[in-house]
């Protein structure tokens, strides 16, 4: 059974950084592209970054490009996502999604999100 | 920045078919995928590729795309279909970057 597992979510000030994690089960994870998506309250989802599996293409939302990170330790199982000048519009439930067999840019299962709330 | 368009809400009584629409200028290049997504719950996918059905998701569920639309319908809508539903595509440009629409609230009464 596919797990994933995210953490790191929490209060933080603007300007400020947080680095979230996914921990990930149940498939081999260094075949599989890794993304990020989010959801800020009550809006609709956002797709945040992507990595291919051996890290070889990465690609960034428009609004984070610049201040966002993705990463990923295949040895780990895990992905993570260094955030850094965070913003109040960066508030949101922050999935991290599992890359579909093939070459796909897209999401076959999801995480249940961190929660990530910028203020002062 | 390429965008998705969805109708924000579409309402059917149960038994009846219900079909969301999504356009966008790739899409006669690129496929479209489907989300269901539950209040307070993460999303699901429901159709890939344009039109295949993961296992275990209803045969209700089907999609469709021609041109510049990609359409789910859902055939005999059921009380417990009532989500929100998102198309995720990527643009045609080269580049990775991934976009959903702005998402379908479904109510099925």
């Known amino acids: 059974e596919v797990q994933l597992v995210e953490s790191g979510g929490g209060l933080v000030q603007p300007g400020r950084s947080l680095r979230l994690s996914c921990a990930a089960s149940?498939?081999?994870?260094?075949?599989?592209?890794m993304h990020w998506v989010r959801q800020a309250p009550g809006k609709g989802l956002e797709w945040v970054s992507g990595?291919?599996?051996?890290?070889?293409?990465?690609d960034y939302a428009d609004s984070v490009k610049g201040r966002f990170t993705i990463s990923r330790d295949n040895a780990k199982n895990s992905l993570y996502l260094q955030m850094n000048s965070l913003r109040a519009e960066d508030t949101a439930l922050y999935y991290c999604?599992?890359?579909?067999?093939?070459?796909?840019?897209?999401?076959?299962?999801w995480g249940q999100g961190t929660l990530v709330t910028v203020s002062s | 920045s390429y965008e998705l368009t969805q109708p924000p809400s579409l309402s059917v009584s149960p038994g009846q078919t219900a079909r969301i629409t999504c356009s966008g200028d790739?899409?006669?290049?690129?496929?479209a995928y489907w989300y269901q997504q539950k209040s307070g719950q993460a999303p699901v996918l429901v159709i890939y590729?344009?039109?295949k059905r993961p296992s275990g998701i209803p045969e209700r569920f089907s999609g469709s795309s021609s041109g510049t639309m990609a359409t789910l319908t859902i055939s005999g809508a059921q009380v417990e279909d009532e989500a929100d539903y998102y198309c995720?595509?990527?643009?045609?440009?080269?580049?990775?970057?991934?976009?959903f629409g702005g998402g379908t609230k479904l109510t099925v009464l």
């Open positions: 999604a599992k890359g579909p067999d093939g070459s796909g840019w897209s999401f076959d299962y």
């Open positions: 790739a899409l006669p290049k690129k496929f």
């Open positions: 149940g498939f081999t994870f260094d075949d599989y592209a």
């Open positions: 590729e344009d039109i």
């Open positions: 990595i291919s599996w051996n890290s070889g293409t990465i």
């Open positions: 995720y595509s990527t643009d045609s440009s080269g580049n990775h970057s991934g976009v």
